[in-house]
């Protein structure tokens, strides 16, 4: 099974960026689309963009226009781009897989990166 590990969080000023990386262990060719989640305690999981295979993409409207996603099928890799960063972007940041209508990561999702930005 494919295992997901995301990295690049940390902590920026309100308005900086950060580019996360979802790095796979195996081939991500396979899967139809990637998507990124964000989660704040106390609060349901926030879908905050995915991108299909041929490349075709989809925003949350609180992040369209600053966000940007793109894979790598060589380097099984997918990154999010975060640009204008704002303190309500604050939150534990996780990458999961689509194949088919099965989701690679569906009880546990690990620890996935965190993103804080300050005011």
């Known amino acids: 099974q494919v295992q997901l590990v995301e990295s690049g969080g940390g902590l920026v000023q309100d308005g900086g960026s950060l580019r996360l990386s979802c790095a796979a262990s195996?081939?991500?060719?396979?899967?139809?689309?990637m998507a990124w989640y964000r989660q704040v305690p106390g609060k349901q999981r926030e879908l905050v963009a995915f991108i299909t295979t041929p490349g075709s993409t989809y925003y949350a409207d609180s992040v369209k226009g600053r966000f940007g996603i793109s894979r790598d099928n060589v380097e099984n890799t997918v990154y999010l781009q975060m640009n204008s960063l704002k303190p309500e972007d604050t939150a534990v940041y996780h990458c999961?897989?689509?194949?088919?209508?099965?989701?690679?990561?569906?009880?546990?999702w690990g620890q996935g990166t965190q993103v804080t930005v300050s005011s």
């Open positions: 195996g081939s991500i060719a396979s899967f139809n689309s």
């Open positions: 999961n897989a689509l194949k088919g209508n099965s989701w690679l990561r569906r009880g546990d």
